[in-house]
């Protein structure tokens, strides 16, 4: 919702600061007094086209500051997350127009790409006018409102989101089509390299047992040797350990006295020499079984071999053998006959069409159901706004068999002028005025399902007057009861409906003309509606009458 409008040296405006509340706030004054400041700076605030002649005369440069509430408005507090610019509930649009004709733009402080406040800025205010580009004569806005009106905008995700599995999966496939011959050279490669894996067979942490078997095995006459030295050493020699340390035990058993001091000496001699026998006996035991296998020695060096030279191949360590062939494993799985195949891919791919085709027929049905009511509905209210004769049509064509992101049928709302007429596209066949109401009727009947929180209607009473302006009046209060409504209008029986009160004039002062607006309170209020009633010579009938519409309008209920 739009809480604050301010605006600097625009137009004959030198500085206008302005609060909106929720409900219907009408924009008066006498022609020419500036009331299109009020929604061109807001067009301007939501990215539209700047020149130079916007900055006031003898300025540098325009300033429009437009401030929203969008804590119930989660499309553009996800926008504005997505884009790291959020800000806790507020949202400020700013544009500064240089007189060069030059202009920046701001989201909540932070310069911006034009292009993001007019993303953002359609999210937050739909502007109907007769001057400006409308959300109206736009298709995606017509299949965005039937959608709304029909209750099926999760079904239209549903459906979008199967249209881009379908769109991702089949851009796969196309790919690998594409890609076939060269694919198909690298599915026979990884075939070949898994295949020779496969035959070396390297289990996890075998080549460092073979290369320790290996060392044990090209050593074994130097083990042999050494053991049956060691052998010698201990027990078998003449000088050998066990010999000489009985030696010292006979010198320690041979002293003429008890001495206590070596009783500890003598027993670890002791344990010594058993140790030693012990030991010796071992060493024997082992030489006579060792043997020497030298075509096992043999089988573990060809086994090395047959490792190293894999490593080479794929230049990498032996250690990351078994890592390599685990992957080109799953990779080959991938190509050949997984997920990624031709075969897996072109099936995948039809169920994904048949999903998709599921839910965007249940969204046809929907609209087709939903197109009825909705061209009803929209009459009724035409016959209301003195445009019985006008016939509007949601008109759903289904485009060729080629899924697309919002389902099988294009949407786009017709009208036909007069009766006897084809109905065409709102752009070719409807004037400003016809636009604004047949934008009123719409919006009347979507107000409780529409997302689009204010609404601006400009001069949207042009052409019509007595019972139909009232009625005009009474659907744009009913409008404001559900959200936030601006609307320029001439007609007092409008303007005496409205919750607040715009009053746009215009003074002169040392040669330079300004722009003033200011907000009506109760009195003030009647008083413009009398003016709007009766001119400048305001009769006391006037004023009365005046009073009687503007209580009426306050108590006007849809």
């Known amino acids: 919702m739009l809480t604050q409008l301010t605006v600097s040296n625009y137009a004959i405006a030198e500085r206008v600061e302005l609060q909106f509340s929720k409900g219907m706030t009408a924009l008066t004054g006498e022609t020419g007094a500036g009331k299109s400041i009020v929604l061109d700076a807001l067009g301007l605030a939501m990215g539209g086209r700047a020149d130079a002649g916007a900055v006031r005369h003898g300025a540098k440069r325009a300033d429009i500051t437009a401030t929203f509430d969008v804590s119930t408005i989660p499309e553009a507090s996800q926008w504005l997350e997505q884009h790291e610019l959020d800000d806790e509930t507020d949202c400020i649009l700013r544009r500064v127009i240089s007189k060069d004709g030059r202009s920046r733009a701001y989201i909540n402080g932070q310069p911006c790409p034009l292009a993001h406040l007019k993303e953002l800025g359609g999210l937050l205010m739909d502007i109907h006018s007769q001057h400006q580009h409308q959300s109206l004569l736009r298709k995606d806005t017509h299949r965005k409102l039937l959608d709304e009106f029909a209750g099926v905008e999760n079904l239209a995700a549903e459906t979008r989101d199967a249209w881009k599995a379908w769109q991702q999966t089949r851009q796969r496939l196309t790919e690998r089509q594409q890609n076939a011959e060269e694919s198909e050279a690298k599915l026979q490669l990884l075939r070949y390299q898994v295949e020779e894996l496969d035959r070396l067979a390297l289990e996890a942490d075998e080549q460092a047992e073979l290369e320790q078997e290996q060392a044990q095995l090209s050593q074994a006459d130097a083990v042999l040797h050494s053991s049956h030295q060691a052998a010698l050493l201990c027990t078998e020699d003449e000088t050998s350990a066990s010999d000489m340390v009985r030696q010292a035990l006979q010198q320690l058993e041979q002293l003429p006295v008890d001495v206590p001091a070596l009783a500890d000496t003598i027993q670890m001699l002791n344990d010594a020499q058993i140790q030693i026998s012990e030991a010796g006996d071992n060493l024997r035991r082992f030489v006579e ?75 046809s049905d929907a609209r087709q159901q939903a197109a009825v009511e909705l061209d009803q509905r929209i009459a009724e209210e035409l016959a209301q706004l003195s445009m019985p004769s006008v016939q509007f049509v949601t008109h759903l064509s289904r485009h060729s068999e080629e899924p697309a992101a919002h389902g099988m049928e294009e949407i786009e709302f017709l009208v036909s002028a007069n009766p006897g007429q084809p109905a065409r596209s709102l752009a070719k066949v409807a004037s ?53 409504v601006l609307c320029v209008t001439h007609l007092p029986q409008v303007a005496a409906q409205c919750h607040q009160h715009l009053f746009v004039s215009k003074f002169t002062d040392k040669d330079a003309t300004f722009s003033k607006i200011e907000t009506l309170d109760d009195q003030g209020r009647i008083s413009e509606v009398a003016r709007m009633l009766g001119g400048v010579d305001m009769t006391e009938q006037t004023i009365a009458h005046a009073r009687e519409m503007f209580s009426k309008g306050q108590a006007t209920r849809h």
């Not at 107000?447 to 302006?469: M, R, Y």
């Open 289 to 363: 079984d060792y043997e020497a296998d030298p075509a096992r020695l043999a089988e573990v060096e060809e086994r090395l071999s047959a490792i190293y030279q894999m490593a080479r191949k794929h230049r990498i360590t032996p250690e990351e053998l078994p890592d390599l062939h685990q992957r080109l494993t799953a990779e080959l799985a991938e190509l050949d006959g997984g997920a990624g195949s031709l075969e897996q891919l072109e099936a995948e791919l039809d169920t994904l069409r048949a999903d998709y085709d599921q839910l965007a027929t249940r969204l």
């Open 432 to 484: 400003g005025g016809e636009l604004s109401r047949i934008s009123l009727a719409i919006q009347v009947v979507v107000a409780q399902t529409s997302t689009t929180p204010t609404l601006v209607f400009d001069e949207v009473d042009v052409g019509i007057g007595g019972g139909t302006a009232e009625v005009v009046g009474r659907l744009l209060r009913t409008l404001g009861n559900n959200g936030q």
